[in-house]
């Protein structure tokens, strides 16, 4: 990159705040996903105005941009592939203002997630969307990649509580989305469409967000079940009991025989375990409320159950399926991919059963465990692998062809539910939606983002490059 | 727009005389998932603001070093040397990777082959002269003894 152009970066945010060093450069080069791209220069904006500046002379030299939060997307999203200026939010990470009468928090978008909910504890509320990373994701990356985890089933994704955004778009000028108000239908809804939209068309610099008042009870029943469909039944009946239960959580047997050694728990011989969790602010509620999604799944015929009476219990049910992850982490050659389908929720046995055959179809050179969220039917198929072995890398892609061209998309599912497209679910667009669609939304792209400076060549299936 | 860029770090040889890194911890630097549990509350992260400054960071130089993508700099032993070693990295880390340890292996490696920070530099002078880090007369011992 031109010197001229650092020189103009240093202008605007500082000396301290640029960098070129290849070790800078490196360690931005990657997110959670098996990809890499290397910038040129990772700036640190402080204020919207710097980012604007920052916008305007990208704009005005064409130099694609890459917003960051702390990189932990699992697709792609944040990697700087094209070269160009990783902007980094690091310093963006203040609680502007929580008014407790609308019940409204404003925030930069570096915020992380866990800090936000520690922060709002003291007055009783908290921001429910609960990406597994919640105590390393921002608030302006889960925007990025409109990011749910285990409660979105009860209290939806990031989007369901984002009221309106600041947006600077390329060019510099500073755009605001949405409104105060908890119904407005004035607009097209942009701040939902930035939601889930990448870092593609524009940087998030202020987030004005609905809360919820925290839960004070909770109970959690666990089932095991011998038999994939039955499993499957137990979800569809908990679903149409007329109970939303917070949290209904499914983990298949490899996933729970690799946490079952992990944690050194001893887990009943099984083909899938269930978790049903309910909360809210009355107990008698919340009680009846788990009473009534017990009753629903027995009818499924578990092959043993528990009931988490004291917060021991609950921890204790809930022990396997947080370590499910971390075990396949720790259990691989190398490489774990956490990867992510929806499909619509009576098709997920089915889904369970194809997926789990997946590593035969690639020779084993990867292998496979399984959990995810099934009241929404969002799975999280993770893959094992080692990426330094050409071979495994290229079974691994394939893997993924099968998963998403055979299995997610002729179920009538998504090829992702909450971690976005990114680098790594680029090329399966076509296939969800078709190419007028796709053409729409290179459309929608070209209105905000004229010269694709935006994160450019990702999160949409136009340009794709291999890396 | 920039061309899609290569980065290019140590040969094989002198990836070989990072002995302690790779013959003990390279499986663990490709096992790094890059979640970041690592790096919000790391002291040297929430001092500096910069990845390489991090938990994080300190894990994927490691690789980098590994996978022949970085060469040692003044930054890069900056970025290393300001890890205290408080271990919170490693009670955080998911994958369950004995953090501290491949940073330790870093470290250790590095000031192997002569890559130090200035501070480092004094003590091994001092050590080497008068035999403690402090530089003082080893005659001048047990001068805080007071004669009877
Ligand atoms: C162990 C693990 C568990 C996870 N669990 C979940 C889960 O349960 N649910 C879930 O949904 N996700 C999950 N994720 C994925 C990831 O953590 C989320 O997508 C998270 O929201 C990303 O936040 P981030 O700050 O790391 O953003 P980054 O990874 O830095 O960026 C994500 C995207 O947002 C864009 N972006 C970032 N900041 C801005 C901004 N200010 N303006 C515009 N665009 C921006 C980036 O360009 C990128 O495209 C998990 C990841 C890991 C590693
Ligand atoms: S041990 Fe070092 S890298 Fe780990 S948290 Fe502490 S200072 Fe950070
Ligand atoms: S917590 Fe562990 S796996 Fe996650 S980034 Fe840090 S070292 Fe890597």
Redesign the pocket.
């Known amino acids: 990159m031109d010197e001229k152009i650092i020189e103009e970066l240093k202008n605007i945010v500082g000396e301290e705040d640029v960098s070129t060093d290849p070790l800078e450069i490196y360690v931005h080069s990657r997110d959670s996903a098996p990809f890499q791209g290397f910038a040129d220069v990772i700036v640190r904006p402080e204020s919207t105005e710097e980012v604007s500046q920052i916008l305007k002379l990208a704009n005005d030299y064409k130099i694609p941009v890459y917003p960051r939060g702390s990189g932990t997307s699992i697709c792609g999203g944040p990697i700087p592939v094209l070269g160009g200026i990783v902007l980094a939010m690091y310093k963006m990470n203040r609680i502007i203002e929580f008014d407790r009468e609308n019940l409204m928090v404003t925030v930069e978008p570096g915020v992380i997630c866990d800090d936000l909910n520690e922060f709002l504890a003291p007055y009783g509320y908290f921001f429910p969307p609960d990406p597994g990373s919640s105590n390393a994701a921002t608030i302006g990356g889960m925007v990025g990649h409109n990011a749910g985890g285990m409660l979105a089933l009860k209290y939806g994704t990031t989007k369901d509580w984002i009221q309106w955004l600041e947006v600077v778009l390329p060019g510099g000028k500073v755009i605001r989305t949405g409104s105060n108000t908890l119904k407005s239908v004035s607009d097209y809804d942009l701040t939902k469409l930035f939601c889930a939209s990448e870092g593609t068309l524009g940087v998030v610099t202020k987030i004005g967000m609905r809360v919820a008042p925290k839960p004070k009870y909770y109970r959690t029943v666990l089932f095991y079940f011998d038999d994939l469909r039955k499993a499957g039944n137990a979800i569809v009946n908990v679903r149409s009991s007329g109970v939303v239960p917070a949290a209904l959580e499914i983990i298949d047997r490899i996933s729970m025989k690799t946490a079952g050694e992990y944690t050194g728990m001893d887990l009943p011989e099984a083909e899938a375990m269930l978790i049903v969790q309910t909360d809210g602010l009355v107990e008698e509620q919340v009680q009846r409320e788990i009473e009534i999604c017990f009753e629903a799944a027995k009818k499924a015929e578990p092959i043993e159950w528990m009931m988490a009476e004291t917060e021991e219990e609950r921890n204790k049910a809930w022990a396997a399926r947080k370590a499910a992850y971390p075990a396949l982490v720790r259990t691989s050659p190398a490489t774990t991919c956490m990867e992510d389908m929806s499909v619509p929720v009576p098709k997920i046995p089915d889904a369970l059963v194809k997926l789990q055959k997946i590593p035969e179809r690639v020779n084993n050179l990867v292998s496979i465990g399984i959990f995810g969220h099934a009241g929404d039917g969002n799975l999280h198929p993770t893959f094992q692998y080692d990426e330094r072995e050409p071979e495994q890398r290229e079974a691994f892609f394939k893997a993924l062809d099968i998963m998403y061209r055979e299995i997610a998309l002729p179920m009538g599912g998504t090829v992702t539910g909450e971690h976005g497209i990114g680098l790594i679910r680029a090329k399966y667009l076509i296939d969800e939606y078709g190419a007028e669609v796709v053409e729409l939304m290179k459309g929608i792209k070209k209105v905000f983002d004229p010269n694709n400076i935006m994160n450019p060549d990702k999160g949409k299936p136009w340009g794709v490059i291999e890396v | 727009m920039s061309e899609v860029k290569e980065f290019k770090g140590l040969s094989k040889e002198e990836i070989k005389k990072f002995e302690f890194l790779s013959d003990k911890y390279a499986d663990d630097t490709f096992k790094c998932i890059r979640c970041s549990y690592?790096q919000a509350?790391?002291?040297?992260?929430e001092e500096f603001g910069w990845v390489s400054h991090?938990?994080r960071g300190?894990i994927q130089t490691a690789r980098g070093i590994v996978e022949g993508k970085l060469r040692p700099s003044e930054y890069m032993l900056r970025a290393v040397f300001t890890?205290?070693?408080?271990?919170?990295?490693?009670l955080k880390c998911p994958a369950g990777l004995p953090?501290?340890d491949i940073?330790r292996a870093l470290k250790h490696d590095l000031a192997k082959q002569g890559y130090y920070v200035g501070v480092h530099k004094k003590l091994v002078e001092r050590i080497q002269k008068y035999g403690n880090p402090y530089g003082e007369d080893p005659a001048k011992r047990a001068d805080w003894m007071k004669e009877e």
Do not use: V
Request: proline share 5%.
């Open positions: 690592c509350k790391c002291p040297s992260w991090s938990a300190r890890c205290n070693m408080c271990d919170y990295c490693l953090t501290t940073i």
